[in-house]
Nanobody, 122 residues
């Protein structure tokens, strides 16, 4: 069982930066860890994934602006977000799954997910 706790959300002006953190407990070494987001009335989106093979994946909407990193020693996952846009406003969830989190069907549940942290860009 994997437990995920997010932190670092908040409000920021367009063009600004924000870093989200996720503390990981439980055995997650064989999982891809990443970030999902969901805005009201919109489908869930896989934003970024630090995959179990060491690769990283990003949604097209955030490429070049977001960076995911995984500190296995600290058991922490990060999402550095820059050049934020109002359309980035959403609840961001730290997640773990056997598959690349950016490739998941948004209609299907993810393996493990945190409670979420709100990011608001105005």
């Amino acid at each position: 069982h994997v437990q995920l706790v997010e932190s670092g959300g908040g409000s920021v002006q367009a063009g600004g930066s924000l870093t989200l953190s996720c503390t990981v407990s439980g055995y997650a070494d064989n999982y891809s860890l990443g970030w999902l987001r969901q805005a009201p009335g919109k489908e869930r989106e896989g934003v970024a994934s630090a995959n179990s093979d060491g690769s990283a994946s990003y949604a097209d909407s955030v490429k070049g602006r977001f960076t995911i990193s995984r500190d296995n020693g600290k058991r922490t996952l990060y999402l550095q977000m820059s050049s934020l846009k109002p359309e980035d406003t959403a609840t961001y969830y730290c997640a773990a799954d056997a598959l690349d989190l950016t490739s998941l069907n948004p209609l299907y549940p993810v393996g493990f997910r945190g409670q979420g942290t709100q990011v608001t860009v105005s």
